[in-house]
């Protein structure tokens, strides 16, 4: 029997999938602004706008498995937070970027972060961790920080924050990236389903 | 679009049918998830009380036998092992008995409910009451692929699903859509299928006589509102051989326990512990190894902890050890009150004069058993798991009280002898358990009976075969 | 270098002397510090069971009455308020009783060692043993500072420092040395020096007689540890009115329960808690109004743990509502256990069959005040509490089943009367206090006596003077 993937693209359709999505995403960002807080909360709270593109499925996965799933999303740490403009500038900047690398297929198999990204990401890590890692107060606790807190980026340290130590596409083999199940599907199957209903 | 394509770069070599239950077949698409799946076949890990070891629980603590007695679990109760041996520790389990024929008792189909993926299969193929309504012999050759991949996954496209009847019942009686459950919920209400506390309704509309599964949480999860839900409908899993009292009998309430701490306060689920990311090889993976997160602390805990192995193992190990203390000084109590009880009896206690303390019994026991049949739970919530100690042993004193003056009264008025339990077969001998006898029977069983319905199971699945997915791509 | 520039960036206005116990006078230095000291002052904060208000505990729960019977503690008991009143509440506390002469009693000088900063300075001019030996109502005029700088701070340098001899021998009685604690430990030890257990010791070597304030930690921290100590040298501290129990009473033990958590263990100090950091107008400081931290989340809490002030503080109150719960029920099975054995006496029960009885009371509530005298506890250690609830309710189940049988054997097989207790009047009542009495004394000590030694030890004071520096720079 042959397998029928129904969502499999045409051949020769993903360029202009693609272009529509670079689109989509420039517009939306424009649309969104209008509606400040509803921006705030889904730049702030939606992972799922990066993983739209496979190439982060990978860097989500490890988000998704790690101690920081619980507190901040892809944006908290990738987008500058400093003040709410700065965060769409660098974002859609970001954005574009990303979209116009994918779209030529030019994704690196393992991908890096630009130099302009890790200071974004350093001032996030110090942002939420100020205190621990500054006061003095807190050297008992944290008796090792007093020195090295400052010269170094923090995931030198903290290599497995958020996105652990291994890093690459082919890390994840079947890139299947974990389905949130909060949409409109059912999470039991079918004979079930109608099982419950005739209850 | 580009991210489907990529979600199904791998090449699927097997096409999987809706209700596969077999995990071989899973495992040719899935190989990773599969080996790390047949690593629960290992039974080498011990820890200070969990592990992968097979731990003979009445052994370790002979007073369980008295207080079950009159009740299966006192022939035999071990803390389970690895999913992969589901099956074959039912089938080896002196609670499931050994019946010669299909209809033969004691058990039914029930028991089967949470031991493997075959019974989603059973339960489309004839419907969730027909599937209930069954006896235990007769699914011996049905349900022989122990818990796995379609127990949790959808098979079209993996995601989590839950396939037990019971949990959706459950929400529903809550008022609530576990349709509407998050992901990171998810990852906790797969386990909730069956790590939970449960019992037979028989008395379901349109399910009358059956041994429906059902999960007592109408009132919420919290060891008084599951209590009060029995009582209200005046359930009682047995009556006690010794004391009479009607005794409930709590079975791994380890989800609901597991809600009360402070990691599910925090969003933390069952599979970050005991599933959590792997690599190997250059590949991350989500670690189908489920076992005790102390044989593998610098993937789960490690994650959140920064502290060192031994430190996280010793945090475990003194909530168990604190939450044990008062277990057996329960233990203690209640198997004073149950001996007590029996001794009022044969003084000529009346009815009237033994009902508040046998409630009173009924209650302790209730709470002491919440506590000690989840095996995880002095980790999982150790304060909640004090809490309810100690709401049991004031309890189980309010039992003696009573007893003590009611023995006065009928003529006893000094402490009453108690038996010599100090092993597991002292322990049985006293409640009038002929182990010889049921030891035989399970043997024979298992020599007989067992291996020609483990056949009849063969021929059934060599009919399945399995279904290769041709390339359609070069 | 910059450093030490830094440091001493400041101009300090005064010379602090030696033994300073006027907080104004530091304050002239560290007017931030003085001042926010000073916020202790403030009871407007409530929380569920803390905060800086003044609770009286008897109005709240008067069970505690008869618990303390025979004690003075069943006269007047309150959940203690900021630094700022250590003096005053003393004052007024019935607990000092009413004294007219300096040689009365009814408490020993040794009452006022965890008081204030007059205490290192009398025992420096006089000698620890020759500080305890005295009268609590001849330094009435000497003590009169508040809790404040001179307790935990060196003048020379700031440097935290431990100024209570107690502390310091309980170290050397466990075999250590308490100058060898690192900075962190410090944050904790300068207030282990008061929020310990304590006793008076009267038969201290060379001290013989005097009320020698001891910590009793030589066998360890943990309740049955300061138990067995207590045992063992056959120490109590009231024989209790009713049951004749040989009582103990525990005092705030705020350190040691502190210690059996997982803050202690990773290495969180009291002060990171209760004395954050703070800003202002650009200066960071340490926040020196001591007081419940939940007055005060975003600068304590929320440096360690991100989660939202109110779901913080719902994991405060949860814990210590779980503790309550069982603390109650411990406290009303302790009530029925004082009753039935002051029954018992009644019934003329000998010294023999009460002796391990009683034994079993001491013990249980023993338990149960190391569990309610600490504050803070059920929240710095839910697991801990909850482990000792459970045992003293064990114990007092023990001590009742004993006491039913006896009963019984006495001619009395059924529930003993139970006083109305349900307020806190009625409770001093039953146990025979006279409060209008006792308040009437108070208020005679109050505005014929007290006002008079107050004005010794403004003359005292007012011949101190201040030292003004005088600039070395520009
Ligand atoms: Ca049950
Ligand atoms: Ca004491």
């Known amino acids: 029997m042959k397998f029928n993937f129904k969502i499999l693209p045409e051949k020769g359709s993903s360029w202009r999938t693609f272009a529509v999505f670079a689109i989509a995403v420039v517009m939306g960002m424009g649309f969104f602004l209008m509606r400040e807080a509803e921006v705030v909360s889904y730049l702030s709270d939606n992972p799922q706008a990066c993983v739209n593109c496979h190439v982060m499925t990978p860097v ?19 987008v500058p937070q400093d003040n709410i403009f700065n965060s769409y500038y660098f974002k859609a900047k970001d954005g574009l970027y990303h979209s116009a ?37 807190y050297d008992g606790w944290l008796d090792n920080h007093r020195e090295n807190r400052t010269e170094r980026a923090c995931w030198s340290c903290h290599q497995e924050v958020p996105h652990g130590r291994i890093h690459g596409l082919s890390t994840v083999k079947y890139n299947i990236a974990p389905l949130p199940t909060d949409l409109d599907e059912m999470v039991i199957p079918e004979w079930l389903a109608k099982e419950i209903e005739a209850q | 679009n580009r991210k489907s394509e990529a979600k199904y770069k791998y090449v699927p070599s097997v096409v999987i049918g809706k209700n596969e ?63 992969f041996y589901a099956i074959d520790d039912l089938h080896n389990s002196l609670r499931s008995g050994a019946p010669e024929n299909k209809e033969d008792g004691p058990m039914p189909a029930t028991c089967w409910a949470c031991k493997g993926p075959d019974v989603p299969r059973l339960m489309d193929e004839h419907g969730v009451g027909e599937f209930y309504a069954g006896t235990w012999a007769e699914n011996v050759s049905e349900v022989v692929n122990p818990i796995g991949c379609a127990d949790c996954h959808d098979p079209n496209n993996m995601k989590l699903r839950i396939t037990r009847p019971a949990l959706v019942e459950a929400f529903q009686a809550m008022g609530k859509d576990i349709n509407k459950s998050t992901h990171q919920e998810m990852r906790s209400l797969v386990c909730a299928q069956c790590h939970v506390e449960y019992y037979f309704n028989k008395n379901k509309p349109g399910h009358e006589g059956t041994n429906y599964l059902t999960f007592p949480w109408e009132n919420g999860f919290a060891v008084e509102d599951m209590e009060k839900y029995y009582d209200d409908i005046g359930f009682s899993d047995w009556t006690h051989a010794i004391s009479k009292a009607p005794m409930l009998k709590a079975q791994h309430p380890d989800y609901e326990i597991f809600l009360t701490g402070v990691h599910a306060d925090r969003g933390v689920s069952c599979a970050d512990c005991h599933m959590p990311y792997k690599s190997e090889g250059g590949q991350k993976f989500t670690d189908h190894h489920l076992q005790s997160p102390l044989n593998n602390v610098a993937n789960s805990c490690q994650v959140c902890h920064r502290e060192e192995t031994a430190k996280l193992i010793a945090n475990v190990y003194e909530r168990q050890q604190k939450s044990n203390e008062n277990r057996i000084k329960l233990e203690d109590v209640l198997v004073k009150a149950h001996i007590e009880a029996g001794k009022a009896w044969e003084l000529g206690a009346t009815e009237e004069q033994m009902k508040d303390i046998l409630m009173s019994i009924r209650h302790a026991q209730w709470r002491w058993d919440y506590t000690a049949a989840s095996h995880g ?34 003529g006893h008025n000094e402490p009453v002898a108690m038996p010599d339990i100090s092993t597991k077969a002292k322990a049985q001998k006293y409640i009038g358990l002929d182990m010889d006898q049921l030891r035989q029977d399970k043997e024979k069983f298992k020599s007989n009976t067992l291996p020609k319905w483990l056949e009849e199971a063969k021929a059934r699945e060599a009919k399945m075969g399995s279904d290769k997915v041709v390339s359609t791509k070069k």
Request: net charge negative.
């Open chain 1, 101 to 137: 690398v994918f779209t030529a297929r030019a994704e690196p198999d393992v991908i890096t972060m630009r130099e302009a990204s890790e200071e974004v990401v350093q001032n996030n890590c110090i942002r939420c961790h100020i205190q621990q890692v500054t006061e003095v107060k």
């Open chain 1, 60 to 78: 989500y996965n490890s988000w998704m498995h790690s101690s920081h799933r619980e507190w901040v999303s892809c944006n908290g740490c990738h």
């Open chain 2, 377 to 410: 739970g002095s980790f999982h919530s150790p304060v909640e798991i004090g809490r309810v100690l100690g709401s049991g042993l004031a309890e189980a004193q309010e039992a003696r009280v009573m007893l003590v003056r009611l023995l006065a009264t009928l």
């Open chain 2, 21 to 83: 239950p077999r995990n071989e077949e899973w495992g040719k698409n899935y190989p990773r998830e599969y080996q790390s799946y047949m690593q629960t076949a290992d039974t080498s890990f011990r820890s200070y009380q969990g592990g992968s070891a097979m731990v003979d629980m009445l052994e370790e603590d002979p007073r369980m036998v008295l207080l079950w007695a009159g009740y299966a679990f006192s022939k035999d109760y071990n803390q389970g092992r690895g999913h």
